[in-house]
């Protein structure tokens, strides 16, 4: 399967089964690189489901404790980007379910068990800062370093 099939048929599904094929498409979209970017990784679309995009773009005030507010068009268009890239199946995620941090995740809290886990801790310091362990996550990549 060559890369760009592979990254096609994980963009399409979205499966939560990152591991698989260690890609999912880069965050192309100016404003969320630049307003995002400001103060973590900025995280691709396909890495949570449309519900979760839309509940942390309506909550800026109180994003994981900092205050992220943006004027509403660039909100609006940053939700509609993410939204737009969203995982379309989840299918370790209940439909009930709205889950708002990635490291919450079924599929990441098998990637990154108790022993990835004590590493991340010494190397990455927070779950969140994923290039600290996969140098090439903010463009998509995500085998281990």
């Known amino acids: 399967m060559t890369r760009f099939s592979a990254a096609l048929a994980l963009a ?8 698989d094929d260690d890609y999912i498409p880069p965050v192309t979209h100016a404003a969320t690189q630049e307003e995002c970017g400001a103060c973590h990784m900025a995280y691709q679309p396909g890495l949570l489901p449309a519900r979760s995009w839309s509940a942390i773009m309506g909550d800026l005030a109180n994003h994981f404790g900092e205050n992220a ?3 509403e068009a660039t909100r609006a268009e940053i939700e509609a980007y993410l939204v ?6 989840t299918r370790s995620i209940p439909a009930d379910e709205t889950p708002l941090r990635i490291s919450e995740l079924p ?13 991340m801790r010494d190397r990455a310091k927070t779950m969140s800062n ?3 362990c996969h140098r090439g996550a903010d463009r998509g990549y995500y085998e281990d370093d």
């Open 84 to 89: 737009s890239g969203a995982a379309r199946r």
């Open 12 to 19: 399409l599904a979205a499966s939560p089964a990152l591991a």
């Open 107 to 119: 599929w990441f809290k098998h990637e990154h068990d108790h022993e990835v886990s004590q590493r």
């Open 130 to 132: 994923c290039v600290a």
């Open 69 to 71: 507010d943006l004027d």
